[in-house]
């Protein structure tokens, strides 16, 4: 990890201008092309849910902005991301699970599934609180929405960005899938969200190159 030089930072004007508004979130909602992912999955035996979320986790990393966090008044810069994600449980609850970034797809699947059966043991909502090198993911299976809204406090330095996978549809023939991206604002704007969205279509068209 390393600290931004807020003075000398291109975004410095933006950055100011955001940072202490009282609700300085925005949220970007869009149907991403999942054919290929779906495939790759179901022709190796792996999770569609976790091969997902590898692939998002490699396109927010290779972006910058993704890897900001406030860390008090400063700005810090995070070399590498993980994530935490919503489990739904036995019971119908549900709770967070990690997951480490790995850089192998197979890999991350094997240790993703290792989690889930581990956290959906704890059932805890109390993991890896203390860390901002995160991005907090939810999946909601059961709606192909077109818009999301998180629950929140009322905390304009709450930096970690908070995406959601949605249900998957059919398009004349392709699987699409609904995928929200919520960030700050001070740290992320438009253009870099349009590139994380660049970036994750073209991870899962190329999954199988990787």
Same mark, same amino acid.
């Given at each position: 990890?390393? /600290?931004?030089?807020?003075?000398?930072?291109?975004?410095?004007?933006?950055?100011?201008?955001?940072?202490?508004?009282?609700?300085?979130?925005?949220?970007?909602?869009?149907?991403?092309?999942?054919?290929? *992912?779906?495939?790759?999955?179901?022709?190796?035996?792996?999770?569609?849910?976790?091969?997902?979320? !590898?692939?998002?986790? @490699? $396109?927010?990393?290779?972006? @910058?902005?993704? @890897?900001? #966090?406030?860390?008090?008044?400063?700005?810090?810069?995070?070399?590498?991301?993980?994530?935490?994600?919503?489990?739904?449980?036995?019971?119908?609850?549900?709770?967070?699970? /990690?997951?480490?970034?790995?850089?192998?797809?197979?890999?991350?699947?094997? $240790?993703?599934? %290792?989690?889930?059966?581990?956290? +959906?043991?704890? +059932?805890?909502?109390?993991? %890896?609180?203390?860390? &901002?090198?995160? *991005?907090?993911?939810?999946?909601?299976?059961?709606?192909?929405?077109?818009? !999301? +809204?998180?629950?929140?406090?009322?905390?304009?330095?709450?930096?970690?960005?908070? &995406?959601?996978?949605? +249900?998957?549809?059919?398009?004349?023939? #392709?699987?699409?899938?609904?995928?929200?991206?919520?960030?700050?604002? $001070?740290?992320?704007?438009?253009?870099?969200?349009?590139?994380?969205?660049?970036?994750?279509?073209?991870?899962?068209?190329?999954? $199988?190159?990787?």
């Amino acid at each position: 990890m390393q /600290y931004v030089d807020l003075e000398r930072w291109e975004r410095k004007t933006t950055f100011e201008y955001f940072k202490d508004f009282e609700d300085p979130f925005f949220n970007l909602t869009a149907n991403v092309d999942a054919t290929a *992912i779906y495939r790759f999955s179901k022709e190796n035996g792996l999770s569609f849910a976790l091969i997902s979320l !590898f692939c998002s986790l @490699r $396109a927010a990393n290779g972006i @910058r902005e993704f @890897r900001l #966090r406030f860390d008090g008044e400063r700005v810090a810069e995070f070399g590498a991301i993980h994530a935490t994600h919503t489990v739904l449980n036995d019971d119908d609850t549900f709770s967070f699970c /990690y997951f480490e970034y790995l850089s192998d797809p197979f890999e991350f699947d094997r $240790a993703g599934k %290792e989690s889930v059966e581990e956290y +959906k043991r704890l +059932k805890s909502f109390d993991v %890896e609180n203390d860390r &901002l090198d995160l *991005i907090y993911y939810s999946v909601i299976p059961w709606v192909s929405f077109t818009s !999301f +809204k998180h629950a929140g406090r009322h905390d304009n330095r709450h930096s970690v960005p908070r &995406l959601v996978f949605g +249900k998957t549809f059919d398009d004349m023939g #392709r699987i699409k899938m609904p995928h929200s991206v919520e960030v700050h604002h $001070a740290l992320v704007d438009g253009l870099h969200v349009g590139r994380y969205f660049e970036s994750f279509q073209e991870t899962m068209d190329a999954i $199988a190159e990787i």
